[in-house]
T-cell receptor, first 113, second 115 residues
């Protein structure tokens, strides 16, 4: 049973470009969480999605950031018009139900030049 | 107020000895869960151990145990017989039922195991 998959593992963008981060949850998991980790800090919650629904986006910046988890395919975290402050590691986690343990993917390291 | 507090930015331990990593939490939700994750230098987040707020006994997973003191709101991780491969960042996290089960992380403790 493959774990949580994230791609790309590393992403370099110039200021103003768009970044698309993908997350495929573990088989049988329909709950996806996105977290952001700035250097030398703990992870901060961004958004929680179930298939085709955003359940909680209280940690997501109001502008430039969006997330989706379509019926088919991976969950996508999209950052438009990236700025240097968006440079971070973005982790996706999945669980079979909301009260179950979340298992993390390897993360995507975003660097904005 | 901080929801999760890890007061030890860095810790050293001698190989084969036990080490305790501290974690205190703050919540008014009667139903919550506490987690420990390990983040080695390669960067991935590895789940170690879970303790539910209604669990009567302390959780154990191999060399990891969680010293859960509910009245003191502490959930310390104990690693027995430390190994060189235990050198990593360790994060304590809490999940509250009334907050959509998202994880709230502490700032982490960097553990270095000395040979």
């Amino acid at each position: 049973n493959a774990g949580v998959m994230q791609n790309p593992r590393h992403l370099v963008r110039r200021r103003g470009q768009e970044a698309r981060l993908r997350c495929s949850p573990m088989k049988g998991h329909s709950h996806v969480y996105w977290y952001r980790q700035l250097p030398e800090e703990g992870l901060k919650f961004m958004v929680y999605l179930q298939k085709e629904n955003i359940i909680d986006e209280s940690g997501m910046p109001k502008e430039r950031f969006s997330a989706e988890f379509p019926k088919e395919g991976p969950s996508i975290l999209r950052i438009q018009q990236v700025v240097r402050g968006d440079s971070a590691a973005y982790f996706c986690a999945s669980s079979p139900r909301d009260e179950e343990t979340q298992y993390f993917g390897p993360g995507t390291r975003l660097l904005v030049l | 107020a901080q929801k999760i507090t890890q007061t030890q930015p860095g810790m050293f331990v001698q190989e084969k000895e036990a080490v305790t990593l501290d974690c205190t939490y703050d919540t008014s939700d009667p139903s919550y869960g506490l987690f420990w994750y390990k983040q080695p230098s390669s960067g991935e987040m590895i789940f170690l151990i879970y303790q539910g707020s209604y669990d009567q006994q302390n959780a154990t997973e191999g060399r990891y145990s969680l010293n859960f003191q509910k009245a003191r709101k502490s959930a310390n991780l104990v690693i027995s017989a430390s190994q060189l491969g235990d050198s990593a960042m360790y994060f304590c996290a809490m999940r509250e039922r009334d907050s959509s089960y998202k994880l709230i992380f502490g700032s982490g403790t960097r553990l270095l195991v000395r040979p």
